[in-house]
């Protein structure tokens, strides 16, 4: 099994940078990773991905956050992070770290959440 830990949330002034991570806690070395990214949530508006990087280094990013936002992971591929630079207002959501992780070669897919962490861009 596999346990996400997600920090670095907080309130930022538009214009501001804030940086995310999201570390995994493997339960044993037949887990391999696949990727990890984070979607993002605001009240009254539906789900959204913003970022994702998969095992081989591909990255995808959400629209309206392409320029703005890296992701990157650590070489132990256990951390991954999120770099927001030019924060907007409309950035404001619950970000929530998410990881797909295979057990065994080609045996299954498992999906894993953290627990979300706020960010408000605000003046």
């Known amino acids: 099994q596999v346990q996400l830990v997600e920090s670095g949330g907080g309130l930022v002034q538009p214009g501001g940078s804030l940086r995310l991570s999201c570390t995994a806690s493997?339960?044993?070395?037949?887990?391999?990773?696949?990727?990890m990214g984070w979607y993002r949530q605001a009240p009254g508006n539906q789900g959204e991905l913003v970022a994702v990087i998969r095992y081989n280094d591909n990255t995808n990013y959400g629209d309206s956050v392409e320029g703005r936002f890296n992701i990157s992971r650590a070489d132990a591929a256990d951390t991954v992070y999120l770099q927001m630079n030019d924060l907007k207002r409309e950035d404001t959501a619950v970000y929530y770290c998410?990881?797909?992780?295979?057990?065994?070669?080609?045996?299954?897919?498992?999906?894993?959440w953290g627990q979300g962490t706020q960010v408000t861009v605000s003046s």
């Open positions: 998410k990881a797909m992780y295979e057990y065994g070669i080609g045996l299954s897919m498992h999906e894993y």
């Open positions: 493997v339960s044993d070395h037949m887990y391999s990773f696949n990727n």
